[in-house]
Antibody
Framework: QLQLQESGPGLVKPSETLSLTCFVSGGSIISTIYNWAWIRQPPGKGLEWIGSIYYSGKTYYNSSLKSRVTMSVDTSKNQFSLKLSSVTAADTAVYYC??????????WGQGTLVTVSS | QSALTQPASVSGSPGQSITISCTGTSSDVGNYNLVSWYQHHPGKAPKLMIFEVSKRSSGVSNRFSGSKSGNTASLTISGLQADDEADYYCYSYAGSGTPVVFGGGTKLTVL
């Protein structure tokens, strides 16, 4: 079973860029089985898939966020990252990273709360 | 892609069975046997319970089962226990475009 851990600032100012990193342990991020995903949950709302990245760097984004999302992978550090630009209060959420075999999200990080506020 | 449709809440007494539905379209649930279900206790990470419509994830009790008919997938929990009280989300692969879609979530209350 993989372990995933999110890290990054818990407070981001409006219009700035949210940046998070997910460190993967217990296995290699270079995997033909998994994509690596970001998911978020705004307060009081449901889960929303943000996007996924394959170890090669190929990305898949939620069309509703695509213009603001950039994901990257660092195989030397066994981690992947999320950048979300031009944030507003609506981007306040708990952000999770997860391993993503086809059709599921298998292993999840504990989540990190990111608040957008001045 | 629109979110999959789940009931906002369901409830049942200990020992009873409940079913949570997840309705999508012929572009997601109806077109792929790649539906999964997640249990989410507040403050914790979501947990994969069912994948590929009906396969239980490792360590998940056989009280949890999944099925699909047409554009609707279902999660059934039998022998309800207090610890089953949580939010449950369905998820489906949806092909190209936005390849992942979640349901809106269902709050299960064990009375």
């Amino acid at each position: 079973q993989l372990q995933l851990q999110e890290s990054g600032p818990g407070l981001v100012k409006p219009s700035e860029t949210l940046s998070l990193t997910c460190f993967v342990s217990g296995g290699s991020i270079i995997s033909t089985i998994y994509n690596w995903a970001w998911i978020r949950q705004p307060p009081g709302k449901g889960l929303e898939w943000i996007g996924s990245i394959y170890y090669s760097g190929k990305t898949y984004y939620n069309s509703s966020l695509k213009s603001r999302v950039t994901m990257s992978v660092d195989t030397s550090k066994n981690q992947f990252s999320l950048k979300l630009s031009s944030v507003t209060a609506a981007d306040t959420a708990v952000y999770y990273c997860a391993s993503q075999p086809l059709g599921a999200l298998a292993d999840w990080g504990q989540g990190t709360l990111v608040t957008v506020s001045s | 892609q629109s979110a999959l449709t789940q009931p906002a809440s369901v409830s049942g007494s200990p020992g009873q069975s409940i079913t949570i539905s997840c309705t999508g379209t012929s572009s997601d649930v109806g077109n792929y046997n790649l539906v999964s279900w997640y249990q989410h206790h507040p403050g914790k990470a979501p947990k994969l319970m069912i994948f590929e419509v009906s396969k239980r994830s490792s360590g998940v009790s056989n009280r949890f089962s999944g099925s699909k008919s047409g554009n609707t997938a279902s999660l059934t929990i039998s022998g309800l226990q207090a610890d089953d009280e949580a939010d449950y989300y369905c998820y489906s692969y949806a092909g190209s475009g936005t390849p992942v879609v979640f349901g809106g979530g269902t709050k299960l209350t064990v009375l």
